[in-house]
């Protein structure tokens, strides 16, 4: 299986752009970091990682557009890709990224979402979140909840056994 989480700081707003086909593609860095205390000195270390966010989802573009900028707290999950190309002057490099294609890839928001007088309207009133993608918000001190006026396709969940069971499915 090819899945790498990872939870970090954007490392500078993202860059969403536009392909020929009109599909957005979405490119930030995210910085993870470790920190321990040596034990033969006693002093403290950390070491940070960068490491390259693709994404091919216009639903998650859209919502990295909206609500995504330099600092954001996340956790990515996606695929580990290596891409090579060659350079004018025929040396070959190498680059490893975490690709969000349009299925399979999540993004976390582990922020608050504020609301800003000016610039783009931060609210998410009037969604649901599978009008996100496969993006799910979560503030990291609560609970997620439903945006207001969200209604749950289907019936309730049950929260154990006793509910009717439905012998018209084909499995």
């Given at each position: ?20 086909s009109g599909e957005k593609v979405g490119n ?127 019936p309730p969940a049950s929260s154990g056994g ?10």
């Open positions: 299986m090819n899945r790498a989480t990872l939870i970090g700081h954007v490392g500078k707003d993202p860059e969403i752009r536009s392909m020929q930030f860095s995210l910085a993870t970091s470790q920190r321990w205390t040596d034990k033969n000195t006693g002093e403290k270390k950390e070491q940070t990682e960068w490491h390259r966010i693709v994404v091919f989802n216009d639903n998650l573009c859209g919502i990295i557009e909206k609500y995504i900028k330099k600092g954001s707290k996340l956790l990515v999950e996606g695929e580990i890709r290596t891409r090579k190309w060659t350079t004018e002057s025929g040396e070959d490099k190498y680059s490893t990224e975490i690709v969000l294609g349009k299925f399979g890839g999540q993004i976390q928001m582990l922020d608050k979402i504020e609301s800003h007088s000016s610039g783009a309207d931060r609210s998410l009133e009037n969604t649901t979140p599978e009008s996100y993608g496969q993006t799910r918000t979560r503030d990291s001190t609560q609970d997620y909840q439903a945006p207001p006026g969200y209604q749950p396709k289907g006793g509910g009717k069971i439905d012998d018209s499915i084909p499995f």
